[in-house]
Structure formats: C-alpha cells, structure tokens
C-alpha cells in the first residue's frame, strides 16, 4: 500500500518568503503525481500535474519537481501571498488510484 | 478539464436518517470516485463509480452504507445511510478522463450528524 508523508505538517511564513513543501512515498511505481490545494472544508483545486517522465512542472509562482526513483516530490511556491494560506496535498497515482499524504498547512501572515 | 458540480455544500442531518450527494460533470468522463475525509485526516477512496453498473468498493465500504449511482458519463450519486456522528466527514467527488491524465474534483460536501 502506498503511503505518503508531507514535511513539514504546518508551517507559517511572513507573506513575500518562499515556500517549499515536501512529499515523499513509498513505492516508486508510480505513473504520475498531482499537486492539489484544498481550503478549509472544501473540495480540491488542482495545482500542478507530473507525469512520471517529467522531472518537474511549472505553473506561475509555482513549481513542482518530481523524483520518481526515490520516491520524492517538492512544491516550490515563490514570493508567498496570504491568499496562498491553504492545505497543499500530494497525491502519486498508482495501481490504479491516488493516495494521499495529510497535506502540509499553509499560513502567510501579511 | 472537467468541472464537476458538487451539491450540498454541506448539512447537518439527524442521526438514523440518510442523505444524497450529487455530482455532475461538465463533460463525459471514463471514472468517477467517491472519497471521504475524516476530521484532520487524508482522503479515503470509499469506491468508484461505474457508469450503468454497480460501483466498486473498498475494504471497510460496503453498499448498503454507501450506495451510489451512476446513470451516465457525466452524473453519479453517493448515498450516505442510517447515519451515526461517525459518518460527519467531507465527501467528495472525483472524475478523470484518462487514468493519466489526472484528477478533478468537486468541491465537497460537509456532513454533520447530530
């Protein structure tokens, strides 16, 4: 069974700094990753898409890396805005489904 | 990609009684699931949903808990049954395309059963 941990858990940052949130699993077979959003309960806002052959994706302030052979991914989020406050998950996809970490919770204090 | 509408937004319901959650999708789509998240907790994949069969679920969900409907490529319907104050969750609703062309999801329904 794939199992996902986010570093770190919670953090909070002054709004401007840059963020960088961690994601690891366990198995490696994997096909690809997403990167999603979630705010305080709501549904899920897809961030961010890796296929497995990509090494990393880009998408405005954010950046996503993937390295699929050590079973890590890394969220870059650069010059932090409060509207940035959320719960960030990870998810790989594999056999057939996607697993998730508990997220890493995000706050920028303006 | 696909824009799934998700209703309620949430409710609060009586304990016993069962409640019905709708998605609709903007656009055809091969799969639709079902998850649940537990207060403080990652998502749980409760089943997928299969278009004009029964759905397929996952160890600890059964149907008679959880019974959902999908009629067409594009609508799906969760069921939550004879409900306890364990079952106050958000659930939420998923569809993809293609298996990797990655996942959409609705925006959540926040079930509180007194």
């Known amino acids: 069974k794939q199992e996902v941990t986010q570093i770190p858990a919670a953090l909070s940052v002054p709004e401007g700094e840059n963020l960088v949130l961690n994601c690891s699993f366990t198995?490696?077979?994997?096909?690809?990753l997403q990167w999603f959003r979630q705010d305080p309960g709501k549904g899920l806002t897809s961030l961010l898409l890796?296929?497995?052959?990509?090494r990393e994706q880009t998408s405005g302030r954010l950046n996503a890396s993937l390295d699929k052979s050590s079973g890590r991914s890394t969220l870059y989020i650069a010059a932090s805005q409060p509207g940035d406050s959320a719960t960030y998950l990870c998810a790989p996809y594999g056999n057939n489904r996607l697993a998730f970490g508990k997220g890493n919770q995000v706050v920028v204090i303006p | 990609s696909a824009v799934i509408s998700q209703k309620p937004s949430r409710d609060i319901c009586q304990r016993g009684t069962s409640l019905t959650i709708q998605c609709q999708v903007d656009s055809q789509v091969t799969m639709m699931f079902w998850y649940r998240q537990q207060p403080g907790q990652s998502l749980t994949l409760i089943a997928t949903?299969?278009?004009?069969?029964?759905?397929?679920?996952e160890s600890g969900f059964v149907i008679d808990k959880f019974p959902i409907s999908r009629p067409n490529l594009t609508f799906s319907t969760l069921t939550v049954s004879n409900m306890s104050p364990e079952d106050s969750s958000i659930y939420l609703c998923?569809?993809?395309?293609?298996?990797?062309?990655?996942?959409?999801f609705g925006s959540g329904t926040r079930l509180t059963v007194v």
């Open positions: 198995d490696s077979a994997i096909y690809n």
């Open positions: 949903a299969n278009q004009g069969s029964e759905a397929t679920y």
């Open positions: 998923s569809a993809a395309e293609t298996r990797l062309g990655g996942y959409t």
């Open positions: 890796i296929q497995s052959s990509q």
